[in-house]
């Protein structure tokens, strides 16, 4: 018997991170299913939880109003030559858009936030082993009480933002922690297409990997037997055994 997994999604767009998130939970010995706003199911009937990625978490959640991100400050002052490119290179734009879900700017979505609120609730009730991807990772953190970062610009003001699918990041991971278990390396490069990140840990969350410069890259929440969260997108990484290992250690402890 494969463990049933829920993953949670948007209603619309992110097909690509489902698809990829339901072969790396088959491959680890899982049956995913999709949770969306539209199609919500109870956590009684799973075994664990997936929190993906997606729009960025609602401020009011952590106390904060929507501040204007570098990024559409960029955009705002560089309308003309982001309409030149958006006209000559439309259709890759598109297609990678479409085979990636990734959106240059995401706004919120408060139905999800709420769905996935309750389901995290009531996971942690149960004790359901839960694996936070991007989003997922900063709505536990923000659930459990912290706040987060709505623009990591100033972070990056000496080294490269990444933003890509493909490992580029390199992240120091602390021995001490479940996550170190489980991939058994000090430091591993992973993928970015973050632009927000866990500020103030919530209660019982503890970093579990971070960046040179200081930026959380994972979380880990000690009063549960597995709730972790990863800033990068391990799904998108199905040639890469380390990164699977991630899923595997959840449908293990799924089983338990």
Request: proline letters at 5%; one cysteine or more; aromatic letters at 12%.
């Amino acid at each position: 018997m494969r463990p049933v997994i829920g993953v949670t999604g948007p209603d619309r767009g992110g097909d690509a991170a489902w698809w990829f998130t339901r072969l790396a939970v088959f491959r680890a010995g899982g049956k995913a299913v999709r949770i969306t706003p539209s199609t919500p199911a109870s956590v009684n009937g799973l075994n664990g939880l997936i929190i993906g990625g997606g729009a960025d978490v609602n401020p009011k959640l952590y106390g904060q109003e929507k501040t204007m991100l570098a990024k559409e400050v960029i955009r705002k002052k560089n309308t003309f030559y982001y309409s030149l490119i958006r006209i000559l290179f439309y259709p890759l734009i598109y297609f990678f858009r479409k085979i990636f879900s990734v959106k240059y700017f995401i706004k919120g979505d408060d139905r999800r936030d709420v769905l996935e609120y309750h389901l995290i609730k009531k996971g942690l009730e149960k004790k359901i082993p839960i694996l936070g991807i991007c989003r997922g990772a900063q709505l536990i953190n923000v659930y459990l009480g912290g706040s987060l970062f709505q623009d990591l610009a100033d972070f990056y003001a000496e080294t490269p933002q990444f933003h890509t699918i493909f490992p580029k990041k390199n992240v120091f991971i602390d021995p001490s922690t479940k996550l170190y278990r489980i991939l058994k390396q000090r430091q591993l490069m992973v993928n970015s297409l973050h632009y927000q990140a866990i500020r103030k840990p919530g209660k019982n969350i503890r970093s579990a990997a971070m960046e040179s410069n200081q930026v959380v890259q994972a979380i880990e929440y000690t009063g549960h037997l597995f709730t972790i969260g990863v800033q990068w997108h391990p799904e998108y990484l199905p040639q890469h055994k380390l990164h699977q290992k991630i899923f595997r250690a959840l449908i293990k402890a799924s089983r338990l």
